[in-house]
């Protein structure tokens, strides 16, 4: 299995059926993810990736299409695939009234550790997540960023070789934002373990995963990494400023001559085009005028964020296109279930 993806999807699809109407959550869902990645699942509020997960994690079962997580069937073999993977949700899985470190016990009893090899791993994941300051300290008495790096452990208390990450991020302040990453890409580094997450800080996504899949009205409509995808789709924008109107208009026919995308009049005296590896392209373009007698009075490249992606994709924002949190994606995907009368 070594060599195996750790996640096989094959034409996943989920429909419900509420009040006679059909509602198509997710549509053809294929892809692989290799041990070891961290893959980003990108998308708008209610683009189906809460629905994806319930999923992939044999929550709710799929209307169509196949799935292998670990080695195992979805939905032939769901306890070992529970077995053998790790989730975290948005809401703190810890009891509240239950001590940080018996919290850890319990989730290892509950898996078949032995007590020897439950308090072994509490104790490593206790130190290795910076928990040790409030180890006895009960659930309830934790800060936000406390509870989340407890609810990572939970995740990881069995070893598992994938995490799924469900907006681990989400109410945290920058700083513990940042901790929680430092915690989250070490555990990776020291055990391999394969990490697919959700998060609507596209930041996140563009500096930390090695693989961003963005997914809008139930299909995924981009897999790649995040470089790629913004080079490709998006673009740097460069702006050239001019001293008139007339100078701008005289270099909109130079700057075309250098490059296939459009160039624009982004006001009077300046003009502004989007174009893969901007950067590179900046300096033939002030060459160029330069030996046409166009003085360049000011010159700025901008590079894209994976928003801007999106944008060019469906010709809008991720923000435009869905504000909001997966927390209301999952409350919307429940509901959905619980009128179609979906059992887990």
């Keep these: 299995m070594a060599n ?38 990108l998308g708008p509020n209610g683009a ?5 997960l319930r999923m992939l994690t044999t929550l709710i079962p799929p209307t169509s299409g196949t799935a292998r997580v670990v080695g195992f069937d979805i939905l032939t073999r769901p306890a070992e695939v529970r077995a053998r993977i790790g989730y975290v949700g948005q809401l703190t899985s810890g009891s509240f009234a239950q001590r940080t470190r ?16 439950s308090r072994s791993r509490a104790d490593d994941l206790i130190e290795s997540l910076d928990l040790a300051g409030f180890a006895n300290r009960a659930v309830q008495q934790l800060s936000g960023g406390q509870k989340r790096r407890l609810d990572v452990a939970l995740g990881l208390m069995h ?23 430092q915690h989250i890409l070490e555990l990776r580094a020291s055990h391999g373990t394969t990490i697919f997450l959700t998060t609507h800080y596209l930041e996140e996504a563009d500096r930390y995963a090695e693989r961003v899949m963005v997914m809008d009205k139930g299909r995924v409509i981009a897999d790649d990494t995040a470089a790629h995808l913004k080079a490709n789709l998006a673009g740097d924008v460069v702006t050239l400023g001019f001293a008139d109107e007339s100078d701008a208009a005289a270099a909109v026919a130079v700057v075309q001559g250098l490059t296939d ?15 893969p590896e901007g950067d590179a392209l900046l300096p ?13 009075r000011s010159a700025t490249g901008v590079p894209p964020t994976l928003d801007d992606v999106f944008l060019a994709l469906t010709g809008r924002t991720l923000r435009e296109a869905g504000e909001g949190t997966d927390a209301e994606e999952d409350e919307q995907s429940e509901k959905l279930e619980e009128k179609a009368g979906v059992s887990r």
């Design 4 to 41: 195996e993806p750790i996640i096989e999807a094959q034409g996943l699809t989920k429909r419900f059926t509420v009040r006679k109407r059909t509602v198509e959550a997710v549509t053809d869902l294929s892809f692989e993810v290799g041990r070891g990645e961290l893959v980003a699942f």
């Design 48 to 52: 189906g990736k809460s629905t994806s």
């Design 102 to 117: 018996d919290e850890l016990l319990s989730q290892g009893a509950f898996y078949g550790m032995s007590k020897a090899a």
């Design 159 to 181: 070893a598992p070789p994938l995490l799924f990450l469900d907006e681990p991020s989400t109410g945290l302040d920058p700083q513990s934002r940042a901790n929680l990453w």
């Design 261 to 275: 995308r459009e160039v624009a009049r982004s006001g009077e005296a300046s003009v502004t085009v989007t174009a």
């Design 284 to 296: 033939a373009m002030v060459r160029a005028l330069d030996a046409a007698g166009i003085v360049v």
